[in-house]
């Protein structure tokens, strides 16, 4: 199937001592090829929880995680880290830049790891950089940047090459609204070249880019969107 | 939305017919709020009336009949735009009485109530996003009504949230006395009128 991730009844169970943290349960999630799902729900309900595993980060107590079709229970350290890097975009909470390079050098760093040619690598992040407004600051360090600078590099950074599969935590939160439309216009335009990605937020305006909306609550989902509409129905209402 | 104002900057463009006062309005509100052509003529009779208009007397009322702004209109136009919209008292907000009679229902688990309304709005919205995303360079006037549109209702979902973890935290605590705070806020919506 086109089902770019699955997960079938995750569960996550944490311990704090003595006690038992049920971060995820039971969750069920396909994301096809192409398409956008936001994770919406209060602060603690579990979604980066759900990200992390998503993304191969943890592992979870029970359920499995397909990403491609492949199970990552059964695959090798190295063979998920693989993955990781070269199928999975991932855009931090807290962005999660490295210091010591620039923001060019912090986007084409996947590129390089993968074997794509410096050179190459570094059209490649320019040209994300400058698609988020971003090109003065290429050579800057991420010290040298704002927090929705910062915010802006790890995006490009997630985007940039071949990604089957783009997770976001809380992407724009550090941006103001020009900006957030900027970065979710981006996310947008991965997925019309066959990206999947999934959107963490709390924020409605953010999560009315979706295809799909699901809402998470103490680690279980409890609703989600209908298919999405055309615009239509909504000029077609007359104030009679 | 007032009609008449809007009639009114329209024609403090220069002189205008009916019908060409009908599409440009339409076309200017990102053809989000229709008007039948029966409220065109009757406003404009209205603003005639009041001198705030002047039409082509020889001509029939109709789609033909040109229109003009006094210096009386302009006055008028100036000073709507300036005043601000009544925002001091709060609006009676269907959707905020419908969670407070779901607090008090015994049997309705109010979390599912709001849930049920966040879901519809975000439904909503992902209808306006779309706007956005499908009509690449939208039109500017669309574009701001959009924009309006998107944080009203994203305001919306704010206040359940904020709801949805004031009443989450509220059936944690004991119950306080009921204290009458209604009538302090009508009191003060009541000064402001
Ligand atoms: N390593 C951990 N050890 C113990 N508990 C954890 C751990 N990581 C997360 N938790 C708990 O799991 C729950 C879900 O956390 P998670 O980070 O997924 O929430 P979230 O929805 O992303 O919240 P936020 O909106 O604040 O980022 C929380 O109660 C959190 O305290
Ligand atoms: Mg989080």
């Given at each position: 199937m086109s089902g770019v991730l699955q997960l079938r009844g995750v569960s996550k169970t944490y311990l704090d001592g003595a006690d038992e943290v049920?971060?995820?349960?039971e969750v069920d999630l396909a994301v096809e090829a192409g398409k956008m799902v936001a994770v919406m729900g209060p602060s603690g309900s579990g979604k980066s929880t759900l990200l992390t595993i998503a993304g191969a980060l943890e592992t979870p107590t029970s359920g499995d995680v397909l990403v491609a079709g492949h199970?990552?229970?059964?695959?090798?350290r190295d063979d998920r880290a693989r993955l990781r890097r070269r199928a999975i975009g991932y855009v931090f909470q807290d962005f999660n830049?490295?210091?010591?390079?620039t923001a060019a050098e912090n986007v084409a760093l996947p590129l390089e790891l993968d074997g794509v040619s410096a050179g190459k690598a570094r059209a490649t992040g320019l040209r994300a950089l400058d698609e988020l407004g971003l090109a003065e600051r290429a050579a800057r360090f991420p010290d040298q940047l704002s927090g929705g600078e910062r915010q802006r590099v790890a995006i490009a950074r997630a985007v940039v090459?071949?990604?089957?599969l783009l997770l976001a935590d809380e992407p724009t939160g550090a941006l103001d609204s020009e900006n957030g439309e900027a970065v979710m216009r981006m996310i947008l335009a991965a997925c019309k070249h066959g990206v999947a990605a999934v959107i963490v937020t709390h924020d409605a305006q953010l999560a009315s880019w979706a295809d799909r909306v699901l809402f998470i609550r103490d680690g279980r989902v409890v609703d989600r969107t209908a298919p999405r509409r055309g615009p239509d129905s909504l000029l077609a209402e007359e104030t009679a | 939305m007032s009609v008449r104002h809007a009639l009114l900057a329209l024609l403090s463009e220069g002189p205008k017919y009916g019908l060409q006062l009908r599409e440009e309005f339409e076309a200017r509100t990102g053809e989000v709020w229709p008007l039948n052509v029966g409220q065109v003529y009757s406003t404009l009779q209205r603003l005639e009336r009041d001198g705030l208009v002047e039409s082509d007397d020889d001509a029939d009322p109709g789609p033909q009949k040109g229109f003009r702004i006094t210096a009386g209109g302009a006055d008028e136009l100036a000073g709507w735009l300036r005043t601000p919209p009544d925002l001091a008292s709060p609006p009676r907000d269907e959707l905020v009485i419908k969670v407070l009679v779901a607090v008090r229902l015994?049997?309705?688990?109010v979390h599912e109530v709001i849930q049920a309304h966040r879901r519809y709005i975000v439904e909503l919205m992902q209808q306006w996003t779309r706007l956005k995303d499908e009509e690449g360079d939208l039109d500017l006037g669309l574009a701001l009504v959009v924009d309006a549109e998107l944080y009203r209702l994203d305001s919306v979902v704010q206040w359940l949230d904020t709801a949805d973890g004031r009443l989450k935290r509220a059936a944690l605590e004991p119950p306080a006395p009921a204290r009458a705070a209604a009538p302090l806020i009508r009191r003060r919506a009541g000064v402001r009128r």
């Amino acid at each position: 199937m086109s089902g770019v991730l699955q997960l079938r009844g995750v569960s996550k169970t944490y311990l704090d001592g003595a006690d038992e943290v049920h971060a995820l349960r039971e969750v069920d999630l396909a994301v096809e090829a192409g398409k956008m799902v936001a994770v919406m729900g209060p602060s603690g309900s579990g979604k980066s929880t759900l990200l992390t595993i998503a993304g191969a980060l943890e592992t979870p107590t029970s359920g499995d995680v397909l990403v491609a079709g492949h199970p990552l229970s059964t695959m090798s350290r190295d063979d998920r880290a693989r993955l990781r890097r070269r199928a999975i975009g991932y855009v931090f909470q807290d962005f999660n830049l490295l210091p010591g390079l620039t923001a060019a050098e912090n986007v084409a760093l996947p590129l390089e790891l993968d074997g794509v040619s410096a050179g190459k690598a570094r059209a490649t992040g320019l040209r994300a950089l400058d698609e988020l407004g971003l090109a003065e600051r290429a050579a800057r360090f991420p010290d040298q940047l704002s927090g929705g600078e910062r915010q802006r590099v790890a995006i490009a950074r997630a985007v940039v090459g071949d990604r089957r599969l783009l997770l976001a935590d809380e992407p724009t939160g550090a941006l103001d609204s020009e900006n957030g439309e900027a970065v979710m216009r981006m996310i947008l335009a991965a997925c019309k070249h066959g990206v999947a990605a999934v959107i963490v937020t709390h924020d409605a305006q953010l999560a009315s880019w979706a295809d799909r909306v699901l809402f998470i609550r103490d680690g279980r989902v409890v609703d989600r969107t209908a298919p999405r509409r055309g615009p239509d129905s909504l000029l077609a209402e007359e104030t009679a | 939305m007032s009609v008449r104002h809007a009639l009114l900057a329209l024609l403090s463009e220069g002189p205008k017919y009916g019908l060409q006062l009908r599409e440009e309005f339409e076309a200017r509100t990102g053809e989000v709020w229709p008007l039948n052509v029966g409220q065109v003529y009757s406003t404009l009779q209205r603003l005639e009336r009041d001198g705030l208009v002047e039409s082509d007397d020889d001509a029939d009322p109709g789609p033909q009949k040109g229109f003009r702004i006094t210096a009386g209109g302009a006055d008028e136009l100036a000073g709507w735009l300036r005043t601000p919209p009544d925002l001091a008292s709060p609006p009676r907000d269907e959707l905020v009485i419908k969670v407070l009679v779901a607090v008090r229902l015994p049997g309705v688990d109010v979390h599912e109530v709001i849930q049920a309304h966040r879901r519809y709005i975000v439904e909503l919205m992902q209808q306006w996003t779309r706007l956005k995303d499908e009509e690449g360079d939208l039109d500017l006037g669309l574009a701001l009504v959009v924009d309006a549109e998107l944080y009203r209702l994203d305001s919306v979902v704010q206040w359940l949230d904020t709801a949805d973890g004031r009443l989450k935290r509220a059936a944690l605590e004991p119950p306080a006395p009921a204290r009458a705070a209604a009538p302090l806020i009508r009191r003060r919506a009541g000064v402001r009128r």
